[in-house]
């Protein structure tokens, strides 16, 4: 499996940006497609974007679309999460995840899992 290294998060005032980075290690990090989910406190975990092995092809929860942006860089085995107009509802610990496909991840059919990451958005 690829093991997973979050980066980037903190605290951060409510209007403004965040970019989380997710180390990949192990496996072949061009052959998975790679995701964010989140958990807020007393929430299930939920999807909040993927993107497929190549970067052509990027799905979002509807509630962020237009907010937050997933990228990867192939050459540095990291995939991204661009989250702008940050609000104190996105409060949560983020994790970057691994998995076959985008339809996978957006369906929690996960291989692997990072340790998550906390994001604070005060108001």
């Known amino acids: 499996q690829v093991q997973l290294v979050e980066s980037g998060g903190g605290l951060v005032q409510a209007g403004g940006s965040l970019r989380l980075s997710c180390a990949a290690s192990?496996?072949?990090?061009?052959?998975?497609?790679m995701g964010w989910f989140r958990q807020a406190p007393g929430k299930e975990r939920e999807f909040v974007a993927a993107?497929?092995?190549?970067?052509?092809?990027?799905t979002y929860a509807d509630s962020l679309k237009g907010r937050f942006t997933i990228s990867r860089d192939n050459s540095k085995n990291t995939v991204y999460l661009q989250m702008n107009s940050l609000k104190p509802e996105d409060t949560a610990v983020y994790y970057c995840?691994?998995?076959?496909?985008?339809?996978?991840?957006?369906?929690?059919?996960?291989?692997?899992w990072g340790q998550g990451i906390q994001v604070t958005v005060s108001s």
């Open positions: 993107i497929n092995f190549s970067g052509t092809y990027t």
């Open positions: 192990g496996r072949t990090f061009s052959n998975y497609a």
């Open positions: 995840t691994a998995g076959l496909n985008s339809y996978n991840l957006r369906i929690k059919v996960v291989a692997s």
